[in-house]
């Protein structure tokens, strides 16, 4: 695509339900990068995917996040048994080969409000 | 661990003054540095990144920042700034002591353009 594209937009959930969040980046993209963002935070590194080799997952907050990505194609991000705390925009980056060759190309971003 | 400091965490400049946003990181090794912009309803986009090099660097829309590694410091610069230059502003530095990379962000300085 022209973009990284997110879905959904929007997501407003209860807590103690489980989310997905999408995230389907550029075309030829090999890297892949989540990101939260509460509010008045900067961004906090979750997750990264590198071709075919084993995920980053160092950012990952808890084991009720965690995330998948088939290939060099769409990944998801599952939040299970949400919380308050969980609310804040969850971004997807994209690079071509990698953070030191290539800029990360963000989407828009998927917020997440858990009532 | 890696960090950033974005020490100004809100800044309002008056249209065609100059600009500079202050950006502190924590790491050991020769940093790979970034800034990126997030204007409204708007991905993050990178505005210039710093590798190695001449530490003045320059960037899209008029921006440039100066790498001081006896400051560790990697300041963002606009001689003249734009109502349209109105946004959030996130420097980073690239994490690679990690299996692969992640860029860790400050917290954001978000700017004001008054007429």
């Known amino acids: 695509g022209a973009g990284v594209s997110q879905s959904p937009s929007n997501k407003v959930t209860e807590k103690g339900k489980d989310v997905e969040l999408r995230c389907d980046p550029i075309s030829g993209h090999t890297a892949l990068y989540w990101y939260r963002q509460r509010l008045g935070q900067g961004l906090e590194f979750l997750i990264y995917?590198?071709?075919?080799?084993?995920?980053?997952k160092s950012g990952l907050p808890s084991d009720r996040f965690s995330a998948e990505r088939t290939g060099e194609s769409v990944s998801t991000l599952t939040i299970q048994r949400t919380q308050q705390e969980d609310s804040a925009v969850y971004l997807c980056?994209?690079?071509?080969?990698?953070?030191?060759?290539?800029?990360?190309?963000f989407g828009e971003g998927s917020r997440l409000t858990v009532l | 661990a890696q960090s950033v400091t974005q020490p100004d965490i809100h800044i309002t400049v008056s249209e065609g003054a100059s600009l500079e946003l202050r950006c502190n990181y924590s790491y050991g090794a020769t940093p790979y540095l970034f800034w990126y912009v997030q204007s409204p309803g708007q991905g993050l986009q990178l505005l210039l990144k710093?590798?190695?090099?001449?530490?003045l660097v320059q960037g899209i829309k008029g921006f440039e920042a100066e790498f001081k590694r006896s400051q560790s410091s990697f300041n963002l610069r606009k001689p003249s700034v734009h109502w349209s230059d109105a946004a959030e502003y996130f420097c980073?530095?690239?994490?690679?002591?990690?299996?692969?990379?992640?860029?860790?962000f400050g917290k954001g300085t978000t700017l004001s353009v008054s007429s």
């Open positions: 980073a530095v690239a994490s690679l002591s990690q299996a692969g990379t992640a860029l860790i």
């Open positions: 710093y590798f190695s090099g001449d530490t």
């Open positions: 995917f590198q071709g075919n080799s084993a995920p980053d």
């Open positions: 980056a994209s690079s071509l080969l990698g953070l030191i060759t290539g800029e990360l190309f």
